[in-house]
């Protein structure tokens, strides 16, 4: 059997972190038909077709149309809010409202505003009858021609298509053109303010989908000349909505999202986002910026479902509700589901406030054989009163100081499940100590384990406790290993080298064969759950008097076949045994004139030290005492130093 071919372009993408597009194939999406799992709207300014004049300047009445067309049943009553400008309802202004008979709510704070609609205006509307209904007309052109004919001429037009919310500032520019001509995409800024509902929903999953776990991709499609840079989204979900959903945002890399949410569900954010429960912005992911990319995304973090795929324009402002639609009933065509009569249990449920605390921070970060949290307790304020954490296995209990909680645990422990492509499986439980009363919380959650190359130090052979200190003449032991779940066994160590200043770079290993004086290639683990491990020892000897490095890199490669996809280097610092490290630096020479300095200082400062001392002692001393002196006498002589006045001791020995 020949080799087997590795497309080049998935091992490129895979090296830059990218799900690979070919990942989407079989995920066709469609235009959602039956009732969308998602209501969302968006704020604009940007109207399919709109205009300005200044032919109302020389009326009575400044003159704004609105024409609305739906493509399907409004959800919710049209709210449309007039506002007064610099003039504060002093110009008296007519509102033209064609919506098909929509339900609407009109409110203004000018009690002068004349609405022609044939709008149904419900109970709450500020602006009521009697008002003049509008002409039955059938065309843009009939329309405007009316307004004109009516009041002499027109502020502003807008055709609007599905809108939630419309919100209408007067006031007129006499920098306007002279004529209403309708433009295509009009920008209608200052004086409109829109919330759109968003019907184009798309949905599709994978051809061998055995989930039910489901994606919501929100795509925004920025133009070069939009300034928008925040995007405040307001995230609902049903109270019944399961955990194992995932909203993926996708944006510029320089937009900030301000979450507003009340949902169990998983969040992937390109740009950066703040959650209200926390002043500090949360970096988000790099995502892909086509369609493909981003239902590949989803496929590689196992949601196998797109349950929606909305892509929108930027916009400062989204809403976005998720439906929980029940399962169709599973009672055979022509019989009736017959309710059951149940008593009533009334459940006080706390928030789910410890959910989405943990999913905004994700404290978990894994390598290919181990899984840490760590979490700061400041962060969990919000929770109030967790006294514990642990893993599924509760053996597995976070240490706990008075800043962190802290925990690290290999994959293969603590109730870790590997099922999941390039995932680790846990989940995280807190206890909550409150009156006396505890009761534990449990937190599922999906730790994502980097494709790449890791490399580690030890110092013995049994790999345990890495270090990165290599020591000179001295055995060390390496291991490198990676995760690849596609073909890990076509996975190869391709080269290690070790490189540090002014010494030649040594090479230990080139194709899994040991290169050099004394290295060993060494037996290393199975492979489990697409994990390869490569292991060899070698010893760094320095020749005598030769220099030694601070510090050295050890650099391998690992690929598959021809193609080398991952490389890594690991710094470590290079300790000499027969070196006093406070010396390191300092040639012999240094550390022998440092000696020598330090001895000529010392014997100067002592010859000195016994000059002073011998021309400093008391006169007195220097003397000898008469034997005829009473002994109190000479003791009181003794002490009178300097003394010119004559003693009887002194006269008597000098006689």
């Known amino acids: 059997m020949g080799p087997r071919s590795v497309p080049l372009l998935p091992l490129l993408l895979a090296l830059l972190g990218r799900p690979d597009p070919g990942r989407a194939e079989g995920c066709d999406l469609q235009p959602v038909t039956a009732e969308p799992p998602i209501t969302l709207s968006y704020a604009t300014s940007t109207v399919p077709r ?209 979450l507003s949410a ?30 493909q990319g981003l239902i590949a995304e989803a496929f ?22 998720i439906h929980e639609h029940a399962p169709p009933s599973p009672c055979p065509a022509g019989t009736v589901e017959t309710p059951v009569s149940t008593t009533p249990m009334v459940i006080t449920q706390p928030p789910d406030l410890p959910h989405q605390v943990l999913r905004t ?30 893993l599924r296995d509760i053996r597995c209990q976070a240490e706990k100081n008075a800043t962190h909680f802290m925990l690290k645990s290999p994959l293969s422990h603590c109730g870790t499940s590997l099922e999941g492509r390039g995932y680790a499986n846990n989940e995280l439980i807190l206890s909550l100590a409150k009156d006396a009363v505890l009761r534990s919380v449990r937190v599922g959650f999906q730790c994502e384990i980097p494709r790449e190359l890791f490399l580690r130090l030890f110092p013995t052979a049994d790999f345990k406790a890495p270090q990165t200190e290599l020591e000179i003449n001295k055995e060390a032991f390496v291991q490198a290993s990676m995760r690849w ?37 060494l037996d290393g683990p199975p492979s489990s759950h697409g994990r390869k491990v490569w292991r060899f020892r070698f010893t760094y000897s320095v020749p005598e008097g030769g220099h030694i490095p601070f510090s050295a890199f050890l650099r391998c490669k ?46 100067l400062l002592t010859a000195v030290l016994w000059y002073i001392y011998s021309h400093t002692r008391p006169i007195s001393k220097l003397q000898p005492v008469s034997s005829t002196a009473p002994a109190s006498e000479s003791s009181s002589t003794n002490h009178s130093i300097g003394s010119t006045q004559s003693t009887p001791c002194s006269t008597s020995s000098m006689a």
Request: glycine share 6%.
């Open 361 to 390: 921070l994700k404290p978990w970060k894994c390598t290919d054989e181990t899984m840490e949290i760590v979490i700061i307790r400041s962060y969990l304020e919000p929770i109030k009163d967790v006294v514990n954490i642990t």
């Open 300 to 321: 590689e973090k196992n949601y196998s479902v797109i349950a929606s795929y909305s892509a929108i324009p930027a916009s400062s402002h989204i809403s976005l509700q």
């Open 485 to 521: 779940m596609d073909h890990p066994a076509d996975l190869q160590l391709k080269e290690c080298w070790l490189v540090a200043s002014e010494r030649e770079p040594v090479l230990l290993v080139q194709g899994g064969q040991a290169r050099g004086a004394g290295v060993a290639v």
């Open 50 to 258: 709109g205009c300005v004049s200044n032919s109302s300047l020389g009326t009575d009445h400044e003159v704004h149309v609105l024409s609305v067309k739906w493509s399907k049943v409004s959800p919710a009553p049209l709210t449309v809010t007039v506002t007064p400008g610099a003039g504060a309802c002093s110009r008296p202004a007519v509102l033209i409202l064609l919506c098909s008979r929509c339900p609407a709510r009109i409110t203004s704070p000018c009690s002068n505003l004349i609405l022609r609609t044939d709008a149904h205006l419900i109970p709450e509307s500020t602006i009521r009858a009697p008002n003049p209904e509008t002409p039955i007309v059938s065309s843009e052109e009939q329309l405007l021609a009316w307004a004109v004919a009516a009041y002499g001429g027109i502020t502003s037009y807008s055709e609007l298509q599905d809108p939630r919310r419309l919100q209408l500032h007067l006031g007129e520019d006499a920098h306007s053109p002279l004529e209403c001509v309708p433009q295509e995409n009009f920008n209608a800024i200052p004086h409109l303010e829109a919330e759109v509902f968003f019907h184009g929903v798309k949905s599709c999953s994978r051809s061998d989908a055995q989930s039910t776990r489901a994606a919501h991709i929100i795509h925004l499609q920025s133009e070069p000349s939009s300034s928008i840079t925040r995007v405040n989204l307001s995230l609902s979900c049903s109270q019944n909505s399961a955990g194992n959903q995932i909203l993926i945002l996708q944006s510029k890399a320089n937009f900030t999202w301000f």
């Open 558 to 603: 690992a690929g598959l076949q021809n193609d080398t996809i991952f490389e890594k280097v690991l710094e470590v610092r290079v300790k000499d045994a027969w070196r006093p490290l406070n010396y390191r630096g300092l040639g012999l020479g240094a550390v022998l004139g440092i000696t020598f300095g330090a001895f000529l200082i010392g014997a």
């Open 262 to 291: 009340e949902c169990n569900i998983q969040l992937l954010v390109s740009g950066s986002y703040k959650m209200p429960l926390f002043s500090m912005l949360i970096p988000g992911n790099a995502l892909p910026d086509t369609e």
